[in-house]
């Protein structure tokens, strides 16, 4: 059973600021990481996918991986307020996501 | 293009009724999967569809909840004798061939077990 931890609790950052988020998982032999986003009421939209280690920027988005520590991130750069949203980490793998409670983040105009 | 489509949006239940949810995939995606998400929690895998093959229902929570793919194409997730703890948002996702972990999610039906 794939674990998907995202500890921290609501996040709220500055407008312009960066939002940092972290998740950690159990399976030392996943491949494949994810990060959705889902705004109040609605439904989850992938916004990274990350496969290497390293960082993977798109936008004001960047997802980092290290496998080694079984770690990845999603960093916001300059946050807009249509960035409050919670954001889901999940691991792929046996054909199905093993998804994190999420982290709400609140940006503050 | 259409995305993934689920009916009801909201759906008020008695405990005890039986319920069905359905899901219309991306036209042309091969794999449908049904997740659950109930307050406060992730979201939590039921039921993975490949094309014709034996659907992997290992995430299902007991035997009330079946579901079924006819044609290759629409879901139908099927709840009996609902229980309060049945009560959350049961989201449908399907992926292209090949990739099933690229998953796009549908809007949810919201089901409520009074």
């Given amino acids: 059973q794939k674990e998907v931890e995202q500890n921290s609790g609501p996040l709220s950052v500055p407008e312009g600021a960066i939002a940092s988020l972290n998740c950690t998982y159990s399976d030392r032999g996943s491949q494949s990481f994810f990060w959705y986003r889902q705004y109040s009421g609605k439904s989850p939209e992938l916004i990274m996918s990350i496969?290497?280690?390293?960082?993977?920027e798109d936008?004001?988005?960047?997802?980092?991986?290290?496998?080694?520590?079984?770690?990845v991130s999603l960093l916001i750069r300059d946050?807009?307020?249509?960035?409050s949203a919670t954001y889901l980490c999940a691991v792929g793998g046996n054909?199905?996501?093993?998804?994190?409670?999420?982290?709400?983040?609140v940006v503050i105009p | 293009g259409a995305g993934v489509s689920q009916s009801p949006s909201n759906k008020v239940t008695e405990k005890g009724k039986d319920v069905e949810l359905r899901c219309d995939p991306i036209s042309g995606h091969t794999a449908l999967y049904w997740y659950r998400q109930s307050l406060g929690q992730g979201l939590e895998f039921l039921i993975y569809f490949q094309g014709n093959s034996a659907p992997d229902k290992s995430g299902l929570p007991s035997d009330r909840f079946s579901a079924e793919r006819t044609g290759g194409s629409v879901s139908t997730l099927t709840i009996q004798r609902t229980q309060q703890e049945d009560s959350a948002v049961y989201l449908c996702a399907s992926s292209p061939q090949g990739r099933t972990d690229t998953q796009y999610f549908g809007p949810g039906t919201r089901l409520t077990v009074l």
């Fill in chain 1, 51 to 56: 496969y290497s280690n390293g960082d993977k």
């Fill in chain 1, 59 to 71: 936008g004001r988005f960047t997802a980092q991986l290290n496998k080694a520590s079984q770690y």
């Fill in chain 1, 79 to 83: 946050s807009q307020p249509s960035d």
């Fill in chain 1, 95 to 105: 054909n199905r996501l093993a998804f994190g409670k999420g982290n709400q983040v």
